[in-house]
């Protein structure tokens, strides 16, 4: 590597080039390690072969009240044909090494109209003795399905024979929301690259798909009440999720026992919602000139009725219970274009807002609650942490905190909002899409050390901590599409996913934890999805092709 | 999106999100527009019809000295059926509309080993008159084919209808090196992703690939006389190119009018050259403790014997008649190594060298030249500027410039190079292995503004400026491997291409250039390659999807 003296500062190259690891060393490296950590696991010091790819080294005996659960056959089919047993010959049967697995489910399987939720029981317990058959227990089959990866991340292959470590594992999250931010504006993400990131959001056990799914650039989502939306908005006709489309995604999220949470974002970032005529306010510049509109007209009571249809539709659509409604960068435009537009200013004054576009921006959204009460009385709201800043927002809303450019800033905010009560999941430090060159999973600054930010780090009761729910990474699409999403995600967002699942004084140390999470991306890897290298000179023992 | 402020600095998010283009407003959008662009072209102000995908829009007709020519051949059948016309129905016929290009190459067709070398002809004219046949005439077949990916440039689709633009166009390089460097040490990279990168670099006429072969962290080259050498330096047995890999990579890029220059660099970087005993220097830290090796013992005869057989090799496997010899980074490890070593401070003493290790590494570089010169005679060698600064290379040798933080050392370089009578490449600018977030082909400092870097922007004389042989875009391996490099090279090396082939006259705006740039990132995803997003939120007609 011949690197510019300038980025080296002082040190030699060789000092550089020593910094990484090519690989963990033989005495660091894991076999069957996994990732993210399990909350607690006694390794039995044991791996035992269960036989190579033409014997059959597992069989997966589902419980008789789970027999036929759609969840659990699907999730078997899948480990033991695509990722865990790649190679098993389908005329190959059971000998004296085959392991036998287990799975109970206490609860059953859930209706096929029952998805995630928030509640959701990820808790299982794992048993691969030293000899016998291996077991695997859960409350419900979300945890069951959390317990599969595991199990399949004790399974490694050496020399064409495959081997599991023994061990006892009892494990559940930390935080029950754990998820990944994609941006559907601006890029469109074609079906088939949301289906990878769920699929590899499971290998990570992340909970919570976030689909910020229309903002200024694009609106692709093709609302069935107004086909105009994505008419007048997606960047073209091919650019759109149909009806059918989203079902798919959410019910493959389903399967893999991820929770698919739709943002839409009010008043700003709505320039793309030209489809809806009269929904967005008129703007102009401080000195006239009319400028493309980026919010909604708040004093139109057409828009609220338009608002509270569009809002029925998107409720029918997502069965999630958390309904995300944005609320982020409002004061920005306000200035931009509230202020300047003379029926709006007047509007104001008639309400005795003077000047004051906040209380305008409070005035919208207490609307929007009410005209939401009704239709989403069962969904719980999330907003950007401004709408916690300038309103107060109903007292049950989840605060979801971004901001922040320091450790300190993050805090306050953590302790602000918790302190008020609410509920807060944080993003602030887990801003993926900004890139760094190096291992920035582990180091690098506020938005280069993705494993030490911990959402609990800060002053405040048992109570307050209490509060936080996790942590969602965000992939903010200016730069991504399906073209390199994939490799710009993972496994930097795995380092937020252990984060968020495991026991934090058990994960303190990313160093120690990096020959884990090498195995785990050349797991990835090897399952067929672009893992990117993040920590220097490695290899896997399969790397990536093309199929 | 949503951006820490501290990222943002006093801008608001508007301004930010207006910073970025949503792909090029209309007026500006090009349709057959071409990349790099080409030194004369006069459009026709005429795009004509040229039929759907079931009728032939295309004829291209060989003329009779070519018609049997390997590489022309291969090349129609690639853009007939593959890129330029990847819906063509087979049982299509000529008919009214169908445009015939006929290719006539004075030269005739190279024989089958014959390879593109320096002072390759890569000049043509192509010719697309309003009505009738269209002409493409080369002296040489490289020519025709920069010509043929100027013709398929031009061609494009709009509603199921293929159009091309009517244009004259009389083009050659402005450069005859331009290049991209592959480090096949610190990642492996599959024979499969070195090919998509060949093919890439003939879609931006580019030519020469710099084949970092080995170095410090492993040595997956094959050799058939030193088999030792990957077996214990290749990270695996299955991380290896065989002879077999080489030559079929040396042949696909032939096809595409692509050198293969591979770099062999020593003295330092050789921390993999396990395999040969004896070879690398028993190295100490100064107090005393053995450290891995990563320098050559330049003291013992049998070394200089082996690097003769090896080298003879080298030669007979690659046809390319520069060879890069490396050279880079030796100071550190005098420093660390030679310096620590009893026997060859004794020998440096012995030879009057005293304390000096570049006399020692100067006495090196002599024994190596010395020993290239009855096998190497018509190789030209390229060092890395280090040998320059150090040493006196052979008079003929062209010294490849890495170094240089800032625009006056970059300059200061290239003008000290050529003042000496060596010919120049440069790299420094062009370190893509380094990313920043957000549009850096065009702005963010030394090694984020690939776009305006000119390797003949220093004080010279136009003789100096003539030694100036072009640019090689560097793409070290620590952070990237098969999962990754693609995307991380395409189209942020496209920037690097424009500049080493085009009149800098006609390409001084970087914000001119992007609706070029755009439709050409959209033709590479058009034709199956993960080209990213590099200037904010934007849409292909057609995005990438996995196959």
């Not at 605060?399 to 450019?405: A, D, E, L, T, V």
């Not at 934090?504 to 890897?525: F, G, I, S, Y």
Request: aromatic share 12%.
């Amino acid at each position: 590597m011949l690197i510019p003296l300038i980025l080296l500062g002082i040190l030699s190259l060789q000092t550089f080039s020593q910094e990484f690891l090519t690989a963990p060393p033989p005495g660091l490296r894991t076999d069957g390690g996994i990732w993210p950590l399990p909350q607690q696991i006694q390794y039995l010091n044991h791996s035992r072969s269960i036989g190579t790819r033409r014997s059959r080294p597992i069989q997966i005996i589902l419980d008789e009240n789970v027999n036929d659960c759609d969840i659990l056959k699907f999730t078997k089919k899948t480990y033991l044909r695509k990722w865990l047993l790649p190679f098993e010959d389908e005329a190959s049967t059971n000998d004296s090494t085959t392991l036998f697995l287990t799975v109970s489910v206490k609860d059953g399987c859930p209706k096929s109209n029952d998805f995630p939720q928030q509640g959701m029981d990820e808790k299982y317990s794992l048993s691969v003795p030293k000899e016998g058959n291996a077991t695997l227990e859960a409350k419900e089959v979300w945890g069951a399905l959390r317990g599969l990866e595991t199990f399949s991340q004790l399974v490694f292959l050496e020399d064409e024979t495959y081997y599991i470590q023994s061990a006892n594992i009892h494990d559940f999250p930390r935080f029950s929301v754990r998820g990944i931010l994609i941006d559907t504006s601006r890029h469109y993400l074609p079906a088939q690259t949301i289906r990878r990131q769920i699929d590899l959001m499971a290998q990570n056990k992340m909970n919570v798909l976030h689909w910020h799914i229309v903002d200024i650039e694009s609106f692709p989502y093709i609302s069935k009440r107004f086909p105009n939306l994505s008419e007048k908005g997606a960047f073209t006709p091919r650019h759109v999720y149909d009806s059918k489309t989203v079902q798919n995604i959410i019910h493959y999220a389903r399967l893999r026992g991820i929770r698919v949470m739709i943002e839409i974002d009010t008043p700003g970032h709505t320039g793309s919602w030209k489809g809806q005529p009269g929904f967005l306010a008129d703007c102009s510049s401080p000195t006239g000139e009319k400028i493309p509109s980026n919010i909604l007209d708040p004093t139109k009571k057409e828009n609220y009725k338009f608002l509270a249809e569009f809002f029925t539709e998107i409720l029918e659509v997502f069965p999630e219970k958390f309904l995300h409604l944005g609320g982020d960068e409002v004061e920005y435009w306000t200035e931009a274009c509230w202020r300047q537009n003379p029926e709006i200013r007047r509007f104001m004054k008639l309400h005795g807002f003077q000047d004051n576009v906040t209380a305008l921006e409070d005035y919208y959204f207490s609307k929007l609650q009410q005209l939401l009460a009704p239709i989403a009385s069962e969904r719980r709201q999330i907003f950007w942490q401004e709408v916690f800043d300038v309103n107060v927002p109903e007292p049950n809303s989840i605060i979801h905190i971004w901001k922040g450019s320091t450790k300190t800033e993050r805090a306050e905010s953590l302790a602000k909002v918790t302190a008020a009560g609410h509920q807060a999941i944080l993003s602030s430090c887990w801003y993926l899409n900004y890139i760094h060159y190096g291992d920035d999973w582990k180091s690098g600054g506020i938005n280069g050390d993705y494993y030490y930010c911990d959402p609990q780090d800060f002053n405040g009761t048992d109570a307050q901590k209490a509060l936080v729910l996790g942590g969602i990474a965000t992939m903010w699409g200016e730069m991504v599409d399906s073209t390199n999403i994939e490799a710009r995600l993972w496994p930097r967002a795995s380092a937020v996913a252990e984060r968020l699942w495991s026991n934090p004084l058990a994960t303190k140390n990313a160093d120690e934890a990096w020959p884990r999470l090498h195995e785990h991306r050349c797991r990835m890897v090897a399952r067929g999805f672009r893992a990117q290298p993040i920590n220097g000179p490695s290899f896997c023992h399969n790397e990536w092709l093309l199929p």
